[in-house]
T-cell receptor, first 120, second 112 residues
Framework: GAVVSQHPSWVICKSGTSVKIECRSL??????MFWYRQFPKQSLMLMAT?????????EQGVEKDKFLINHASLTLSTLTVTSAHPEDSSFYIC????????????????FGEGSRLTVL | KQEVTQIPAALSVPEGENLVLNCSFT??????LQWFRQDPGKGLTSLLL?????REQTSGRLNASLDKSSGRSTLYIAASQPGDSATYLC???????????FGAGTRLAVHP
């Protein structure tokens, strides 16, 4: 099956620092990736849609200058939490939409294992 | 705006019971529906995907159905086992970019 890897799986940082989380599709290409955050005992909330080679599309209420998304290749998207604060502490999960060999999304979504961010 | 409701929010049952988890969408115009399992502190494992041309999917002891006219889906778990204990999330796909909108989940505990 298709594998999506997230790194790091957990990170602790000081308030005011920036943290980068990577999402890689290991054995398939993905023109579209999604970033979600999840608070304890709550569901996943879509933050943004990451498109290879273009700007990300952010959901309403998500600060694009706070959560920087870069999708530089067909197998890698990164989420950078800038100037992190304790309220940014959460579980961040990415998913990748597997692409057809000739391009276009198949609609098959695969999820990473998540990255737990704790901001002190 | 699409919203997803899952009922019940939590469920505790003895081993061996057959279970029904429910999911409903405010906008019934979804074209794909997916059920996931999430263990504590972990990512999501896809269980079943019902695509636009389908009404149900089965995998082992799991069966999921989708009624597009009402925007409701049901996940049926037969002969539950302690290893089934997890949170079950349903998600509908809408929009051109296959954006998944998630429900809050049903936390299932199956005790021996």
């Amino acid at each position: 099956g298709a594998v999506v890897s997230q790194h790091p799986s957990w990170v602790i940082c000081k308030s005011g620092t920036s943290v980068k989380i990577e999402c890689r599709s290991l054995d398939f290409q993905a023109t579209t990736m999604f970033w979600y955050r999840q608070f304890p005992k709550q569901s996943l909330m879509l933050m943004a849609t990451s498109n290879e080679g273009s700007k990300a599309t952010y959901e309403q209420g998500v600060e694009k200058d706070k959560f920087l998304i870069n999708h530089a290749s067909l197998t890698l998207s990164t989420l950078t939490v800038t100037s992190a604060h304790p309220e940014d502490s959460s579980f961040y999960i990415c998913s990748a939409n597997r692409a057809f060999p000739g391009g276009g999304d198949t609609g098959e979504l695969f999820f990473g294992e998540g990255s737990r961010l704790t901001v002190l | 705006k699409q919203e997803v409701t899952q009922i019940p929010a939590a469920l505790s049952v003895p081993e061996g019971e057959n279970l029904v988890l429910n999911c409903s969408f405010t906008d019934s115009a979804i074209y794909n529906l997916q059920w996931f399992r999430q263990d504590p502190g972990k990512g999501l494992t896809s269980l079943l995907l019902i695509q636009s041309s389908q009404r149900e999917q089965t995998s082992g002891r799991l069966n999921a159905s989708l009624d597009k006219s009402s925007g409701r889906s049901t996940l049926y778990i037969a002969a539950s086992q302690p290893g089934d204990s997890a949170t079950y999330l349903c998600a509908g796909i809408s929009g051109g970019y296959n954006k998944l909108i998630f429900g809050a989940g049903t936390r299932l505990a199956v005790h021996p």
